[in-house]
């Protein structure tokens, strides 16, 4: 069977993109991968979401966009895309069990994933102490202490988080200055728990029984360099994201990144029928709203195009 539209992805660019696409009269398929729900899933509480004014738990929005998504006709299937060919319509689409989707339109939403350091500690410690993901692992640090990676958005925000649990949390920039907006800054800086590690680099992992420290580095390459040791139980990267567009590489046109690019402001790729919505396509804002109104608008290109 052929279909008229799958979507691969299920954070809030799919699930937007299945809303709109089902209320046209399609009957999506939405292939949700292994984390359904997407990268919102893992953080606890989302603030700026319109239409929440007390806020929501990022688990429960996810939750009410799939119903909503499933009321207008989607069906899920629960599996990644393991390899695709979209070199001529139909696209054809292969899943990690073998199963093999074959599609008249193709809306990828596929979103990003956490970078680490690239240290070969990193991987020694992998559950054990390292991890990406503060609200996901930051429960196992109550009362111990933490170091975060990082000046972004992103890092204060797990910082700031963490501080609620641990004693103690490093927040370690290489840079002599936060990259993160103003009110995510002033939460670290007012935080009497979280140090701030400025113009510091991490230069591996240590311990016996699991993570016990860092070797760290301030200054490199000035004449006042200093190496130097801290003791911590978790090491928490927030340093960025890599985009989940590997398995549909070879046919679609990206940044240097991986970020598929699109026509202006729009979800429109390369490829005609196939769109590129949320985090995929988007290095910069990377904001759940945005996701979902870059989604609406996929599913009405992906409309367009299947009534022509
Ligand atoms: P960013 O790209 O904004 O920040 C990455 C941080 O990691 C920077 O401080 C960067 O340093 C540092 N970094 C990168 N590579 C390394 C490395 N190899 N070693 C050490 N440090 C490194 O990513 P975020 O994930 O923080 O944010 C992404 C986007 O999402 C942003 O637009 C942000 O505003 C948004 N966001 C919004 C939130 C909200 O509004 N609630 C929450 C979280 C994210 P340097 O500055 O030196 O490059």
């Given at each position: 069977m052929i279909q008229d539209l799958t979507i691969v992805g299920s954070g809030p660019a799919g699930y937007t993109a299945a809303i709109y696409a089902g209320r046209a009269g399609f009957t999506p398929l939405l292939i949700e991968g292994l984390q359904p729900g997407g990268q919102l899933t893992t953080t606890t509480e989302v603030e700026n979401f319109p239409g929440f004014p007390e806020g929501i738990d990022a688990n429960e929005l996810m939750e009410k966009m799939r119903i909503q998504a499933q009321r207008f006709g989607t069906t899920f299937v629960a599996n990644s895309v393991e390899h695709t060919d979209l070199r001529t319509t139909p696209y054809h689409l292969w899943l990690d069990d073998g199963t093999e989707i074959i599609t008249k339109s193709l809306i990828i939403a596929t979103g990003a994933s956490a970078k680490y350091l690239g240290l070969s500690d990193e991987k020694k410690y992998m559950g054990q102490g390292v991890s990406a993901c503060a609200t996901c692992d930051g429960f196992f640090y109550r009362r111990k202490t933490v170091a975060v990676v990082g000046g972004g958005d992103t890092a204060c925000e797990e910082a700031t988080y963490l501080a609620g649990l641990a004693n103690k949390v490093y927040l370690i920039v290489r840079k002599p200055f936060l990259r993160a907006s103003k009110i995510m800054q002033e939460r670290v800086f007012n935080n009497e728990k979280i140090e701030i590690l400025f113009n510091t680099n991490t230069e591996g992992l240590f311990g016996t029984n699991g993570l016990q420290g860092a070797h760290l580095i301030s200054r490199k390459g000035e004449s006042d360099e200093r190496h130097f040791d801290i003791t911590i139980d978790g090491f928490f990267l927030a340093i960025g994201h890599t985009p989940n567009s590997k398995v549909f590489l070879p046919w679609l046109k990206t940044d240097n990144e991986g970020y598929i690019l699109t026509q202006g402001d729009s979800p429109?790729?390369?490829?005609?029928?196939v769109y590129a919505a949320g985090d995929i396509a988007d290095p910069h804002y990377r904001q759940a709203i945005v996701a979902a109104a870059s989604g609406a608008k996929a599913a009405i290109e992906a409309e367009k195009f299947l009534k022509q």
């Open positions: 429109v790729t390369n490829l005609p029928g």
